[in-house]
């Protein structure tokens, strides 16, 4: 029987393909293992990281991503987690606030609520952060607007939209671990993100806002929500939002890819087609994050968490990437 020689070509390439696909997941886990141990060694003994204006908010992050990594369950990372837990708890005022001294402060509670729920349904020793999450839980509820929405500051009656967009994400992170949540509070969050949104399916930033004022990241964060929210039905807004969407992401602009690539979007419609073609732009950009900071010993923690968030959505150890 005559053998084709172009059958000799086929399996090499096959080969290549393989190694050249190893070697990108390689890359992946890698440099998120890279990332955590730069993470893990710049903590401070109070358990926060440098965030200037936003320690409690970026601290805060920084415990999420090494949470997502998977690494965190084990020492030495543990103990970053716990260091972070410990100083949260000792700092929460008497109102259920993650406040201390963070600009913007309600930023730095939502994703302090956020990281001690997750770290809540991964833990298993969790009984003292129980109170404290109803608290949290409760202080976010009481500073909602009568729109449905959060400002912020707690204590206004104003609202916008992306600190709206991280209180319910906060809310739904408790609510998946069983802290108390009122269904109202859910109903009228929902209700103020549709009451945002464009006839072209955009989110801008209040209901309130001009039609212009509106972005792709604030789009995706917004349909994100209202899924996680239980929203699940998909409506022609909705469909329209999709489209705008893949109008703004598809562009080849690394700026509004970063901006929209929104770790907390995980829908599976486009998402692990577009995670595909984003994840080689943000590993470059951790790579080059974690080779400045070591030079200059000048730390960004806030784009090494996000960059690391967004390369660990796809690995689901954070509960809030399960599908």
């Known amino acids: 029987m005559r053998v084709s020689p172009f059958r000799f070509l086929f399996i090499p390439l096959i080969i290549i393909i393989f190694i050249f696909a190893s070697n990108f997941l390689m890359a ?99 009984e003292d952060m129980t109170s404290s999450l109803h608290e949290a839980a409760r202080f976010i509820c009481e500073n909602q607007s009568s729109r449905g929405g959060w400002y912020y500051e707690p204590g206004f009656k104003d609202d916008e939209g992306s600190v709206t967009i991280v209180q319910i994400q906060a809310l739904r992170s408790c609510r998946d671990v069983m802290i108390e949540v009122p269904a109202s509070t859910i109903r009228k969050a929902v209700d103020y993100v549709k009451s945002s949104m464009n006839s072209d399916g955009s989110v801008r930033y209040s209901p309130s806002h001009k039609i212009d004022s509106t972005t792709a990241a604030l789009t995706a964060a917004g349909i994100s929500v209202l899924f996680g929210c239980g929203d699940y039905d998909f409506d022609k807004t909705k469909e329209k939002a999709f489209d705008y969407l893949n109008e703004e992401l598809w562009q080849d602009n690394k700026e509004v890819r970063k901006k929209y690539c929104d770790p907390f979007e995980n829908t599976d419609l486009d998402f692990k087609k577009y995670f595909e073609r984003v994840k080689p732009d943000v590993i470059s950009l951790l790579k080059h994050e974690l080779k400045y900071a070591w030079v200059s010993n000048t730390y960004d923690f806030y784009n090494i968490a996000m960059s690391l968030l967004i390369l660990e959505s796809n690995l689901d150890y954070l509960p809030m990437f399960e599908n």
């Open 28 to 126: 992946q886990d890698d440099i998120i293992q890279k990332g955590v141990v730069v993470l893990s060694s710049k903590q401070n003994e109070d358990g926060t990281w440098d965030g200037g204006l936003y320690p409690i908010a970026i601290s805060s992050l920084a415990g999420l991503a090494i949470l997502g990594s998977g690494l965190g369950t084990s020492s030495p990372y543990h103990e970053n987690l716990e260091k972070l837990k410990k100083y949260l708890l000792e700092n929460q005022g008497i109102h259920g606030g993650f406040l201390v001294s963070d600009r913007n402060s309600m930023y730095g509670h939502g994703f302090a609520t956020l990281f001690l729920s997750q770290f809540y349904g991964m833990a298993e020793d969790n």
